[in-house]
Every structure is written in structure tokens, then in C-alpha cells.
């Protein structure tokens, strides 16, 4: 677990992989987490979370990815999105593409069970399938995000996956595949906050105990 930080450290993305947090307010650690989704030529209905290790090189990687992203009992959620990349090498040359090859009317979803869609609750966490739907047997690179001014409290550990649905959204759809070399990597992300841990000694200036001599 990363050490959490204050305002004026964050300059950067916040770790995913320590599980970094920041206290931008007081009383409340936020959190950010990010991974990534890989489709490939095999493909799937449902696909894993992966939470990239800082070590990017396949054949020295100390560190392991970590395959999963779940969110802690009592996480405050208020947002969760995912983005399908544009996979064009170079994105000024022809149509944006992601690769992706699928069954038209089917859906694309982060959620934490297929019958959740478009929602936050204390049991429920989901994008909206709509914002991403295949069209011409593809989907267009874009994004969709659920969030909340209140956020919803879990009552339980979520672990969030990428569900392809049927046209309803909330049942299993047909195989997605991608034809990008190296596969389609979708982006996940959720944000939540959890309460700040009250205070010890060492972070009061508390008085030296003086203990008299013989």
C-alpha cells in the first residue's frame, strides 16, 4: 500500500498499482484506479482487469500485473468510465478505428455483474452499455462515463470486469474480437474516496515526556 499524499506532491497520475491516494480535502483519502481490458484475435464476452505493473518490459518484469480490479467495502464511488483507444499508429492518417469486431446491436460495459448498467448504488457499479454500442460490425472509438454529485457507499468489496451485452444492455452478447495488431486495449478507470485514518502521535506535536534523575 502506497503512502498517501497531500496536494502539493500530486504532480502526476496516481498510482494504481501501489494503490496511491491523495487527501485533497481533509478527512478523505481519493483514489483513482486505472487498468486495462485486452482484446484480442480470440476474444470473448467478459475480460479481466489488468493493473499494469510499472515494469513494462515482458522479459524483466520484477513486478507482476495485477489481474483484477476491485473496489474495497465502504469505497465511496462516484465515477466509473471506459474508453475505447483509437489503435491507428498514427492518428492523422485515415478514420479513427479500434479494431474491434463484434455483432451489431451488442454492447460494451465495465460494471461488477452483467445486470448492472448505468448505475452507481451501494450494491451496483456500471458504465452505460449505450454510449457504446456495435455498429457495422465495430466499435467507434469513444468513451462512456457514470457518475454521481453523491456518492454511493458499498456495502461490499466490487470487482469490476468489461462485459460485451446483448442490445438490453444486461445479458450476455456474442464474441468480440479485435484485429489490431497486439489486441485492443480498453481503458477502465474508477474513481472513490474512503475516510482518513484519525491521527496518531507521530502527527501531533505532542510533548516530550521529561523524566526526572536520581
Known amino acids: ?38 482484446v484480442d484475435s480470440t476474444g470473448g464476452t467478459s475480460f479481466d482487469v489488468v493493473i499494469p505493473s510499472p515494469d513494462l518490459r515482458g522479459d524483466d518484469k520484477a513486478r507482476a500485473d495485477i489481474t483484477g480490479l476491485t473496489l474495497p467495502a465502504g469505497a465511496n464511488v462516484y465515477s466509473v468510465g471506459i474508453r475505447v483507444p483509437d489503435v491507428r499508429k498514427d492518428k492523422g492518417v485515415g478514420t479513427a478505428t479500434s479494431g474491434l469486431v463484434g455483432t451489431n446491436t451488442n454492447r460494451l460495459k465495465v460494471a ?8 452507481i448504488t451501494t450494491t451496483k457499479v456500471a458504465s452505460n452499455s449505450a454510449d457504446l454500442a456495435v455498429g457495422s460490425t465495430t466499435i467507434a472509438p469513444g468513451t462512456s462515463v457514470t457518475g454521481l454529485v453523491t456518492a454511493a457507499t458499498l456495502a461490499g468489496a466490487e470487482t469490476l470486469k468489461v ?24 481503458i477502465v478507470t474508477v474513481s472513490y474516496f474512503v475516510d482518513d485514518a484519525v491521527p496518531n502521535s507521530e502527527d501531533v506535536g505532542t510533548p516530550y515526556v521529561v523524566e526526572q534523575g536520581a
Open 1 to 38: 500500500m502506497a503512502k498517501k499524499i497531500f496536494p502539493g506532491n500530486w504532480v502526476a497520475q496516481l498510482s494504481s498499482y501501489q494503490g496511491q491516494g491523495v487527501v485533497s480535502e481533509p478527512g478523505r483519502v481519493y483514489y483513482q484506479k486505472t487498468g486495462y481490458a485486452k
Open 112 to 119: 461488477d455483474a452483467i445486470g448492472n448498467d448505468a448505475t
Open 163 to 186: 462485459y460485451v451485452t446483448d442490445s438490453t444492455g444486461t445479458s450476455a452478447g456474442s464474441t468480440l474480437t479485435s484485429t489490431a495488431t497486439g489486441g485492443t486495449y480498453l
